[in-house]
Each structure stands twice: as C-alpha cells, then as structure tokens.
Nanobody, 119 residues
Framework: QVQLVESGGGLAQAGGSLGLSCAAS???????LAWFRQAPGTEREFVAS?????????YGASSVKGRFTISRDDAKKTVFLQMNNLEPEDTAVYFC????????????WGQGIQVTVSS
C-alpha cells in the first residue's frame, strides 16, 4: 500500500524559509517524486519534480525558480522541498506526489499540508 505523508508546513513571514518533507512508503526508488500546491480558489499547480536517480530536477512556475529546491533521500524514502525567500503568494496547500513509471502519471498523492506566508 502506497502512502505519502507530508510534514514541515506552517506559518512563515515573507522573506523567511520553510522546509517540507514527504515520507513515502510502498513505492520504489524508480518513481519520480514531485510537489504541487493549491491556493484557495485556484487549480493545483506543479511546483517541482525530481527524477528517480535525482539527477533531473524540474521546476514549474518561474516564481519559484531560484527560491525552491527539491531533493530526495531514497534511503529514507523521503522527498524534500526547501523554500527560501518566501512570498505571500506561496501560501497554499502543498502536496507531494509519486509517478509510477509504468503509468507515467502522478497517481499517488499525499494528504497535503498548509503553508501560510504572512506579509
């Protein structure tokens, strides 16, 4: 059974930092892992992904490039999202996701964790 559990969210001030973690169970190191976010009244937005071997990192919105960093530790079965220089626009529920390479879609999702950035 696949399970993804996010942790590390909360409240930060603009310009501050937060780190998110997502502990995975029941999936293999061959899965691409990613972070998405969804702000109230908006659609879910791709934030970043990291390939199975960790060599390829892709970032979504230009607004997060240079501020957010995705990484993974397969020994701990955990994917991380380090968020620096936070902006109020980063306020959202953040989800981690896993892509089954056989299906080539993100078919496993965490429950989401709130990140709130105050100005």
């Amino acid at each position: 059974q696949v399970q993804l559990v996010e942790s590390g969210g909360g409240l930060a001030q603009a310009g501050g930092s937060l780190g998110l973690s997502c502990a995975a169970s029941g999936i293999y190191s061959t899965y691409r892992l990613a972070w998405f976010r969804q702000a109230p009244g908006t659609e879910r937005e791709f934030v970043a992904s990291i390939s199975a071997n960790g060599n390829v990192k892709t970032y979504g919105a230009s607004s997060v490039k240079g501020r957010f960093t995705i990484s993974r530790d397969d020994a701990k079965k955990t994917v991380f999202l380090q968020m620096n220089n936070l902006e109020p626009e980063d306020t959202a529920v953040y989800f981690c996701a896993a892509e089954d390479p056989r299906l080539r879609k993100y078919n496993y999702w965490g429950q989401g964790i709130q990140v709130t950035v105050s100005s």
